[in-house]
């Protein structure tokens, strides 16, 4: 009998480490599942649910690289709770930007990044980041997006289109790229087919330059430039070499002519159904994922050229003298434009540039 006493009590003993121990892994599990937001551990379980991204560039892309970045940070201070699906080249509106757009109004998407020159389609407004030769280089750019016109902009997509911005990334200069020749100075624009996004600021830019320029949807191009339709298309690097662009162009023109952002929105019923908790984790994702977006985007440029140069491409970085020149030519932008973007908005923009 004492011998079984002290056998219950040995086994009654063992199941209370057990049980503290098992204690103890679930505490630190849900702290380490959980993560931490700006103000510490978070509270612990999160709602599964799994959000499709959509956006106009391809799989290989910046853009989509700063999806995944955006979509590590959440899975990992959500212990997994929050899934993300991802939709290059606008997967789910058959290749159509605009559409695309509307879908994340709609709430068919939770999560997009846009280009401003397609959200422009919307309202001209958003345009105003991409006037010629608004920036001499990515520096003037940030402090012109994480300032007044970033907010500026934010301001008017949360309150008129039913999103959220979580953050600004970017696209970048849009270079030139053509399957005739060099391009060195304006005249060396004139009567070249070229392929413009969407913009009618872009569009009027091109055409003071000189281009016979048409629009079209991104996942068209590389067929339309490969029969002999556009003679070139404006991208930046990135963009155009992960749809290999260089392999259906001869020229590059590297410059400063014109600049998008990325507008990385979450819809916003989506987002104010969300605690304030989760709401919290997602503003910090996105702001990162967008720094990130932004690095990777810049890091990219040199490589690629000499990439493109071995390849037989004909890289041309635009003269102070030509830059002028283009420069001149589309000043008229500014006046003509001036009503539709308002002037507090260019003094937002302008103001920065102009400080430098």
């Known amino acids: 009998m004492k011998k079984f006493l002290a056998l219950l009590l040995a086994l009654t003993m063992a ?3 057990v049980a503290c121990g098992g204690g103890d892994d679930e505490a630190a599990s849900g702290g380490e599942s959980g993560g931490e937001t700006t103000g510490g551990e978070t509270s612990g379980e999160f709602e599964e649910m799994t959000w499709k991204f959509a956006c106009s560039a391809t799989e290989t892309s910046p853009w989509v690289d700063g999806a995944k970045e955006f979509a590590r940070i959440v899975g990992e201070k959500t212990g997994g709770a929050i899934t993300v699906q991802y939709y290059p080249a606008d997967q789910l509106t058959a290749g159509v930007q605009t559409d695309g757009i509307q879908a994340l109004m709609d709430g068919t998407t939770e999560l997009s990044m846009h280009s401003n020159l397609i959200w422009s389609s919307f309202d001209q407004r958003f345009n105003v980041v991409s006037l010629p030769f608004l920036f001499d280089s990515t520096d003037e750019a940030d402090a012109a997006l994480d300032g007044a ?7 008017i997509l949360e309150s008129e289109y039913g999103v959220h911005l979580l953050g600004i990334a970017e696209n970048g200069f849009r270079h030139i790229t053509n399957s005739k020749h060099a391009i060195a100075s304006l005249a060396d624009m004139n009567g070249l087919k070229m392929r413009v996004a969407g913009s009618q600021l872009l569009n009027r830019s091109y055409e003071l330059w000189g281009a ?16 002999g339709t556009y003679d070139g298309q404006e991208n930046p690097l990135p963009t155009a070499d992960a749809a290999s662009i260089q392999e259906v162009q001869s020229y590059l023109t590297y410059w400063t002519g014109a600049y998008d952002c990325l507008f990385f929105c979450m819809n916003a019923d ?7 908790e989760l709401k919290a984790i997602v503003d910090e994702a996105g702001q990162a994922a967008c720094v990130y977006e932004r690095e990777l985007n810049r890091g990219q440029d040199q490589e690629i050229m ?8 004909e890289v041309t970085e635009l003269s102070a003298e030509g830059a002028a020149e283009f420069s001149e030519a589309s000043a008229p932008v500014y006046d003509e434009f001036a009503e539709e973007l308002t002037p507090e908005l260019i003094e937002a923009f302008t103001s920065v540039t102009q400080a430098e």
């Open 15 to 17: 199941l209370a480490l």
């Open 149 to 155: 016109g970033g907010e500026a902009l934010g301001e």
């Open 212 to 227: 016979d320029y048409t629009n079209a949807n991104w996942s068209e191009v590389f067929t339309a430039l490969q029969t």
């Open 270 to 276: 989506l987002y104010n159904s969300l605690s304030d």
């Open 306 to 313: 000499d990439k493109w140069a071995e390849a037989g491409v």
